[in-house]
């Protein structure tokens, strides 16, 4: 006898009612929706191990991006029917369409498809239809919504706006028996005879191939056999066409080969359209009902109430128990059998959140969703990049979890070096675990990072495992990679950055090489501006994460050396935007040079700068730029300055160069400004003199320029304007007026307070 068992994805009230109709009909065999590809590793959901919300992750073997997750929850219907046949040691199966055809046809529409002309997107996911396989999009729109959701015809027809609240007070908080799977395929029966004429193949091939399983259970003389599907499909099982019609129909599938494995997975995931597409919207809600199917609402109004407290949010136990009666009232008013969620949402907003809706969303993602992770057998087959990252997961203490977790990490201790290290090399291959965020203070031996895992990660180990067995290999291997795709020096030099705190040797090594032999065949002389100050920096501050930064030392000497050849010739000709972007890059050769201490670099960075002033033909922004850097260098003093600064804001120059001039000569501080009275009585001048109308041409240029003081200068620097530009009395203190005896007690005071000790 043949048990067709039409039931809900992820339904808790499904799941009981199916556990319970097992029991009492001990079937000889099993027959679950899902994919036979996954059939020999059925046995590993019976390990003790094991706990949801797992996945089975099929992937086609050659092609790893073309892959499906099947996710399981305690309380889904299809986990508590393999859990008991493994608990009873009966035959337990999948039957529906191998994924093997079902790849295979996927790849068959997208290459005809892009025959056609139309443009797929790159790792283009699964548009899942309402029973789990992706749907054609064939027929008109009212099927498609029908077959995606045909519960929401049921429960409008029994007066709900809401499929997901009619199906809850249905099923999910009622106890029944076999007649509840005789009532759902009847009410499906009637809505499919009801849907008009569409070709819907992979829906018929799919239903073809359950038939086929449950022909195939009853040639093998099983007596007794239990098949538990969609809803949807239970109408198509009962009533079966001829053999040979479904022998027709699967004739010559194409097939690809698949691999499958067991892989945690989250109730966060669980609220997704993926596999079965029954994502639910209360996974945390719904373990909840399985746990406590008799709950009146006090059990989950507690668990809220527990929430808040850990908040520290004052929550006492009489608010508890006027939301547990405010629900049950709600419940009452709309003919309820007893309180639901939206019930219980609506009292703890109104008795607990005392109408705040922020609170509100605190329970959403702490209970309703929940941050549930599931897990699996640490010896369940897995790739070895796989349990390569595990194993140094394990080892550095950072379990992979759903929900967010922050670490501070200080580069000086060894274990958060090899964390910053691991963290970094996921990221290069593009496993976003961790997401690096900036630290304040100066210092470069700190890394934030915040954590959170997410089970579709696995994918992409899978994929990157055939670059190496070990995520040092595959990291190595797949920067080698990028960088002999890349034609871009300003990329290669990106990619160089991310190797280093990465600790690739062999990959930084490679990646070094290749920008030296780029750059000594380019002319282009901007680009080189724009990745030597990363360069630098990697030898600058390489020694705090205990890098060897030789490899890349070679590399920014030569850079340095064209740089400063070519960088006079560069500032010619150019346009205002590529002026301003070749000043802020400059910006940071000058930060970085100065940082790294070395005279031939400063003495070979001044001359270039020397040359760059004194160049009529170079843009005046870089003109006044070099001019402020020889000066704070002291360069440029006395005379030779002063005539260098009345020559470049002359009134005979055109009025937009002169005030380029000032914004290059004043960027990043007006500190000179206020400390030299004679720079601001040439700059004041110049302004004073000017016509209203070039005046009024040069405004916008010197309000973009000041803009970037700080309060503090903008401050000061009005207060010298009021006093005509002189330094007030009172602050001009004249060597008369020292007291030397006086100074000299203060600076054991001083010193003590810097750290020093005096004898």
Request: glycine share 6%; proline share 4%; net charge negative.
């Amino acid at each position: 006898m043949v048990h067709i068992l039409g039931i809900r994805h992820h339904g808790p009230g499904s799941a009981a009612n199916v556990k319970r109709f097992l029991e009492t009909v001990k079937p000889d065999i099993v027959l679950v929706e899902g994919p036979p590809d996954a059939d020999g590793i059925l046995q590993w959901a019976g390990h003790a191990e094991i706990k949801p919300p797992v996945a089975i992750l099929a992937y086609q073997s050659d092609r790893i991006e073309q892959s499906l997750f099947y996710p399981f929850a305690e309380f889904s219907p299809e986990w508590q029917a393999v859990q008991y046949a493994q608990k009873k040691k009966v035959h337990v199966r999948f039957m529906d369409l191998p994924l093997a055809h079902h790849f295979a046809l996927e790849n068959e529409a997208a290459k005809n498809k892009n025959d056609e002309g139309t443009e797929l997107p790159a790792n283009e996911e699964l548009n899942n239809s309402g029973d789990g396989l992706p749907g054609e999009n064939e027929g008109e729109e009212i099927v498609e919504q029908i077959k995606r959701n045909p519960i929401s015809w049921l429960s409008e027809a029994a007066g709900y706006d809401d499929p997901e609240k009619w199906w809850e007070h249905t099923f999910e908080h009622r106890v029944s028996n076999e007649e509840v799977f005789e009532a759902v395929q009847e009410a499906m029966a009637e809505l499919r005879s009801c849907l008009p004429a569409r070709k819907d193949r992979r829906e018929q091939l799919r239903e073809a191939y359950m038939r086929k399983i449950i022909r195939q259970a009853e040639k093998e003389m099983f007596q007794n056999i239990a098949v538990i599907c969609g809803a949807w499909h239970a109408p198509a099982l009962s009533n079966m066409p001829k053999q040979k019609d479904d022998n027709e129909l699967l004739k010559n599938l194409p097939k690809v080969k698949v691999d499958c494995t067991w892989i945690p997975w989250t109730y966060s995931r669980l609220s997704y359209y993926s596999g079965y597409g029954a994502g639910i919207h209360s996974p945390g809600w719904y373990h909840h009902i399985w746990r406590h199917p008799n709950d009146d609402g006090t059990r989950w109004m507690a668990k809220v109430a527990k929430l808040f407290r850990e908040r520290q949010m004052d929550t006492s136990v009489a608010h508890v128990i006027e939301a547990v009666r405010l629900a049950g009232a709600l419940a009452s008013l709309r003919n309820l059998s007893k309180a639901g969620l939206e019930e219980l949402n609506e009292a703890t907003l109104s008795v607990l959140c005392n109408g705040e809706q922020v609170l509100m969303q605190l329970v959403h993602d702490e209970l309703i969703v929940s941050n549930r992770i599931g897990e699996v057998p640490v010896d369940i087959p897995k790739p070895p990049l796989q349990v390569d990252i595990e194993r140094q997961q394990k080892k550095l203490r950072l379990p992979p979890t759903a929900d967010w977790k922050d670490y501070l990490l200080d580069l000086r201790k060894e274990n958060d070096l090899e964390r910053s290290i691991f963290l970094h090399r996921l990221l290069l291959l593009n496993i976003s675990w961790g997401t690096k965020s900036e630290v304040s203070g100066k210092g470069t031996f700190k890394e934030q990072w915040r954590l959170q895992w997410d089970p579709a990660f696995t994918i992409t180990i899978i994929e990157k495992g055939a670059l190496g067995n070990t995520l040092e290999e595959a990291a190595n291997s797949w920067a080698i990679q990028q960088c002999e795709k890349e034609t871009s020096l300003k990329h290669i030099a990106g990619l160089l950055e991310q190797v280093i705190p990465a600790e690739l040797s062999r990959a930084a090594a490679s990646i070094a090489q290749r920008i030296n032999n780029m750059a000594a065949l380019s002319n282009d002389i901007i680009e080189m501006v724009a990745i030597l100050p990363g360069l630098v920096g990697i030898m600058r501050y390489g020694n705090v994460r205990k890098t060897d930064a030789e490899m890349v030392r070679a590399v920014a000497e030569s850079l340095i050396t064209r740089v400063c050849i070519g960088l006079p010739a560069a500032c010619c000709g150019i346009d205002e935007d590529t002026a301003a972007s070749l000043t802020e890059d400059c910006v940071s050769i000058n930060q970085s040079i100065q940082l790294l201490q070395e005279q031939e670099y400063l003495t070979e960075w001044h001359n270039c700068l020397q040359q760059v002033a004194y160049q009529i033909q170079a843009t005046a922004l870089m003109r006044g730029f070099a001019a402020r850097q020889l000066m704070d260098a002291k360069w440029l003093q006395g005379d030779i300055l002063f005539q260098l600064f009345y020559s470049s804001i002359s009134r005979s120059l055109p009025v937009a160069e002169t005030a380029a001039w000032l914004e290059g000569f004043l960027k990043g501080s007006g500190t000179v400004l206020l400390l030299d009275d004679d720079l601001w009585q040439m700059v004041n001048g110049y302004v004073q003199h000017l016509e209203d109308e070039a005046f009024m041409q040069v405004l916008p240029l010197l309000r973009r320029t000041f803009s970037n003081f700080t309060p503090a200068e903008k401050r000061k620097m009005g207060e010298k304007v009021k006093t005509g530009g002189i330094a007030k009395k009172s602050q001009v203190i004249s060597s008369g007026d020292f007291d030397n005896e006086r100074a000299k007690k203060a600076i054991p005071v001083v010193m003590s307070l810097m750290g020093y000790k005096l004898d």
